[in-house]
């Protein structure tokens, strides 16, 4: 079950559902204007979200932006057409990809079949659309390269194109005055290929491009939201993980002897699953 919560002044957000797939959804309430951060997996997805905010006193958003293409952060969108819709141009244009895809269970498991989706968002699209499957392709209204900046009054919101082997057209939205990051997906690895992984120049590169804001609370879309303190932790993990795949050419083996002796306990499942991540993009 979904709840509401707020960190800070001026930023709200709804929990994540795995089963259907339904990330964290964003709210930044300015004293002119209201931005939702991703329109959701679906129409009742999205209209939930706005409708628990409105009897909280919170308003409907007057802007929305998307963090990438994937389906989780988009297929809401067709419910907001009375508000300004903004993405990273590259966004727009895997958007457009999908609007010639028919969503009946037969075209998404041909889909699977063929390595255009994958088996795990095959089962949230059919989770999530149970009863209908009525789904549109809506595009963004507004699009742009690198950065753009948005004053809601009170309230200063950056959003920036980043990228990571999750989605290359990711961007992420830095709440300045609450010092809040909204990292979306873009920390995750690449699922759409035959073996989920990362790769090492990317995820160093990523990593130092996100250790640029000056941020006290992140938001992973999928996780609950984490402190400096653990995005700090995430991310020294993953530069180690990145350079023992490096050092020993991406021996498994190798690399979790290393890794053992460099953290002096057994790995966890998660440690384990990064490691493989990583071995499998190298």
Known sequence: MHSINKIGERFWYITPISETDRPILGMVV???KTLMIDAGNSEDHVQYFQEELLKMGVPNADIVVLTHWHWDHIFGLSA?????SIASKATKEEMEKLIPFSWSDEAIDERVKEGIEIEFCARAIKEEFKDHRDIKIVLPDVTFEKRAEMDLGGVTCIIQHVGGDHASDSVVVYIKEEKILF???CIYPNLYAVKENYTI?????LLDELEQFDADTYIPSHQQPISKEEFNQEVANLRTIANFTDRFGGDKQSII???EKHVQRELTEDEIETISNFVNGY
């Open 30 to 32: 300015g004293n002119n």
């Open 201 to 205: 120049k990317e995820t160093l590169r």
């Open 80 to 84: 907001l057409r009375n508000i300004v």
């Open 257 to 259: 002897k290393e890794y």
């Open 183 to 185: 990292l979306a997906d």
